[in-house]
């Protein structure tokens, strides 16, 4: 259904040749060809089709309209659909009435069938928006450059996209409620969506490229969400995974296609934290240093140690930085998502400032809980700064407190392919399970009690 230089040239062609002799070709062509026909033609070959004996009926009075639903549907197929993908789509069946010649229609119903591809369009883009429920608003967020302050015309486009999507999602096919969204109003949602899509997939790429810069710097402060605690042997394979992605990404950013539905590297979005995380022993070192030498800071007794004289004021600055950030992930508007029903949304547990399992920090560890079903938005630049400051931090820290450093990394450290340490990671997996369960059965016996 892509627009090419073939109808155009058939329009052409046929604007030169008497009415008498555009109809014997209008009959053998399909329905959704004679509006594609009608696009590029002149008044000659518009007053031939809404008079052709064969399709008259279908066209006399409806030609702007089937435009306008030929160019929806041609937009959602660049919406939705790799190249070549639609052919193999149930929606490509479910109007398959394009494809029909003038005698295909003799025993067809519904006979208006411009009403019916309306339908088919809707009820596309209501598919559409299920998959965007709930993160409407999420989704518009990416309609204007984050930070900006909104004008009244950028908010009253994010308004009008929030509304049409939950108009579109609330739709039923088989019962159309009267505030149905009309063509023109359709044309413009897609085209807001597109713009969004593009926005998103520009982000991604971008974030994926910082991250790379990250981990350059600091690949044995960094590692991949669920890789093992240990250094890497060969960090160069993260990197250049992180890169292939972003390429990947900026390709599907300019080739058109937008592809609603099929998310690349859509495991790198999902989750409240970013594609790389600290390692545990940065946690820990964070707050052993912390310990002996406390920020001083509202809540913190500035006589307590020598904190104020330790550090310099830079790293004093993203020392209050790190605090803030370490309970929970920054969301997608760069707010706080802290929520302790919600342990996808909790950064830390085993520290003075974990939500879940507070402690002294000996233990400490970073959570990277999976979640599914979230749409992939890019992290916000205020998560992406926190990781990057955290970093900086430890490595202010590894220069000037090297022995705790080795006490915090411990044996298995440089031990990467060692099976002693498997042999300790799992007893220490065990051992945190163990501790789990007996301060559960305690709460549960002083619940009782």
Not at 99 to 105: A, E, G, I, T, V
Not at 255 to 276: I, N, T
Not at 394 to 410: A, C, D, Q, T, Y
């Amino acid at each position: 259904m892509s627009k090419g230089g073939r109808f155009a040239r058939i329009a052409r062609d046929l604007e030169k040749l008497p009415p008498e002799l555009i109809e014997p070709v209008l009959a053998d062509l399909e329905y959704g060809q004679i509006v594609r026909v009608s696009q590029f033609g002149g008044p000659r070959v518009t007053w031939a089709i809404e008079n052709s004996p064969a399709w008259s009926r279908f066209f006399r009075g409806k030609l702007p309209v089937l435009q306008q639903l030929d160019d929806l549907t041609n937009e959602l197929i660049t919406l939705c659909y790799a190249t070549g993908g639609f052919k193999n789509s149930p929606w490509y069946d479910q109007l398959s009435f394009l494809r029909y010649q003038k005698d295909n229609f003799r025993f067809k119903y519904p006979t208006d069938w411009a009403s019916h591809w309306a339908l088919m369009v809707r009820g596309r883009l209501h598919s559409v928006a299920q998959d965007l429920y709930p993160n409407f608003t999420e989704t518009a967020y990416f309609l204007f450059p984050a930070g900006t302050p909104l004008n009244a015309n950028e908010t009253e486009e994010v308004e009008f996209f929030i509304d049409t999507a939950f108009t579109l999602y609330s739709l039923k096919t088989n019962n159309w409620p009267a505030n149905v969204p009309s063509l023109p109003v359709l044309a413009r949602w897609i085209a807001l969506y597109k713009r969004v899509r593009h926005a998103r997939l520009a982000a991604q790429a971008a974030e994926l490229d910082r991250l790379v810069a990250l981990h350059e710097r600091h690949a044995d402060r960094v590692k991949q969400p669920w890789a093992p605690q240990t250094r890497r042997p060969n960090p160069d394979h993260v990197v250049a995974g992180l890169r292939r992605e972003a390429a990947r990404l900026k390709r599907r950013n300019v080739d058109g296609r937008v592809w609603h539905g099929r998310e690349l590297s859509g495991y790198r979005f999902r989750p409240a934290f970013a594609a790389l995380v600290p390692y545990d022993w940065c946690l820990r070192l964070f707050c052993e240093v912390f310990k002996r030498h406390p920020v001083p800071d509202e809540g913190v007794e500035e006589g307590r140690g020598d904190g104020e004289s330790v550090y310099p004021q830079e790293v004093l600055e993203m020392m209050r930085e790190v605090l803030e950030g370490l309970p929970s992930f920054y969301y997608v508007y760069g707010e706080k998502m802290l929520d302790p029903s919600r342990p996808e949304t909790l950064r830390t547990a085993r520290t003075p400032w974990s939500v879940s399992e507070p402690a002294d920090g000996r233990d400490g560890r970073f959570l990277t809980k999976r979640v599914r079903g979230k749409n992939p938005f890019p992290h916000s630049d205020n998560e992406l700064r926190w990781l990057e400051t955290f970093v900086e931090v430890i490595l202010w820290m590894e220069e000037h407190f090297p022995s705790l450093v080795n006490e915090v990394r411990g044996e298995e450290w440089e031990d990467c392919h060692g099976i002693e340490a498997t042999k300790r990671r799992r007893e220490e997996r065990k051992r945190r399970k163990e501790e789990l369960v007996k301060e559960a059965r305690s709460r549960e016996n002083g619940a009782k009690t």
